[in-house]
């Protein structure tokens, strides 16, 4: 089951458990799945939805609503370390083959998805290209 329809599942869920604060962060949500011109979104899509939604939230600073943001942390994907982008780009990425460093982001993108954030990876790439690991 995708991440989508464990939504509209957990929704149901809430509804039928009286838990009015679940039920509304998730229509918010469901509402925010159907601004764009597809039905189905992709895992990644709806990540970025909720990431993008919960950053609208907390940069309300206090008056951010915690239990709207505790609702939506449960389908957030936490971010891959630091530790394993760097071990993945030192056994996957030969620089030798690209014509710049900063390409092999799009090669651990496309591995991670959603849970490798670009600036930490360029971090990365740049120390590494920096000791010579090209």
Not at 10 to 25: E, I, P, W, Y
Not at 58 to 65: E, H, I, Q, T, V
Request: proline share 1%; charged share 30%; glycine share 6%.
């Amino acid at each position: 089951m995708g991440l989508q329809q464990q939504i509209t599942q957990d929704m149901r869920d809430a509804l039928k458990a009286g838990d009015t604060d679940k039920v509304s962060t998730l229509r918010f949500i469901m509402g925010e799945f159907t601004r764009g011109l597809k039905t189905e979104l992709e895992d990644d899509e709806v990540v970025r939805i909720l990431r993008k939604t919960m950053a609208n939230e907390l940069s309300l600073g206090p008056k951010a609503d915690q239990s709207f943001v505790k609702v939506l942390e449960q389908y957030v994907t936490k971010q891959a370390d630091r530790e394993a982008i760097q071990s993945w780009i030192e056994e996957n990425v030969d620089f030798s083959k690209l014509k710049s460093p900063k390409q092999a982001v799009g090669l651990v993108k496309k591995h991670f998805g959603e849970t490798a954030n670009s600036q930490v990876v360029l971090e990365i790439i740049s120390d590494l290209t920096d000791r010579g690991l090209e």
